[in-house]
């Protein structure tokens, strides 16, 4: 296993476009994670799946963005009619089910909205 | 809403120093990690805590994790360059995703 894998790496788009983001996890591990992380801040919380269900959800999370995980494999992160204030790193991770497991994060998918 | 703040946010050492970052939070949490980051790549786990007052070790790192299961602490011996980066801290209660403290940059000059 290669770790978790991101794609594509780097997107640019211009205002008000959509956009779509994949991720793969690492096969054995049932819990997927989506992350927004700007310069200067640590990662912030933006969804999780547990297989295939979506459990938890940030209430910070605008109505333009949605998840998917539809086998509860890769999952897929769109964002609809993109704003400038949208740019950011957008980090994937997996992990085990369980207290006290470590999450193995992806490099990243940068976002730039022009 | 629970919040961690990770202090100092700026930390820039000669090498050979020795340092500390904190993290701490009004919640207590059931395990508590610390991340390292490099530019352009996702965090990477250097350790994880759930027992109050627990410490480890990690060669020239030293985690502390509060009695009171609310803050942590890591600690860098003999600092090297190649320890530069952003550390973050992040906590979770059960069942639900981390939260991540802002990071501290680190800088170690030779």
């Known amino acids: 296993d290669t770790g978790v894998s991101q794609d594509p790496r780097h997107k640019i788009t211009k205002r008000g476009q959509n956009v779509t983001f994949r991720c793969d996890p690492i096969?054995?591990?049932?819990?997927l994670y989506w992350y927004r992380q700007t310069l200067g801040q640590g990662p912030e919380f933006l969804t999780y799946f547990q297989n295939e269900a979506q459990l938890e959800k940030s209430r910070l999370l605008s109505d333009r963005f949605s998840a998917e995980r539809p086998k509860g494999s890769f999952s897929t992160l769109e964002i609809q009619r993109t704003e400038q204030g949208d740019s950011a790193m957008y980090l994937c991770a997996s992990s085990h089910v369980g207290q006290g497991y470590g999450y193995t994060f992806g490099s990243g998918t940068r976002l730039t909205v022009v | 809403t629970q919040l961690l703040e990770q202090s100092p946010q700026f930390l820039s050492i000669q090498e050979g120093e020795n340092l500390t970052v904190y993290c701490n939070s009004s919640s207590v949490f059931s395990s508590l990690q610390w991340y390292r980051q490099e530019p352009g790549e996702g965090p990477v786990l250097l350790v994880t805590v759930v027992t109050g007052g627990e410490v480890k070790k990690l060669k020239r790192l030293t985690f502390q994790f509060g009695d009171a299961r609310k803050d942590s602490s890591l600690h860098i011996t003999a600092a090297q360059p190649g320890d530069t980066g952003l550390y973050l801290c992040a906590g979770n209660q059960a069942g639900t995703a981390l939260i991540f403290g802002k990071g501290t940059t680190l800088s170690v000059s030779s």
């Open positions: 096969s054995e591990h049932n819990r």
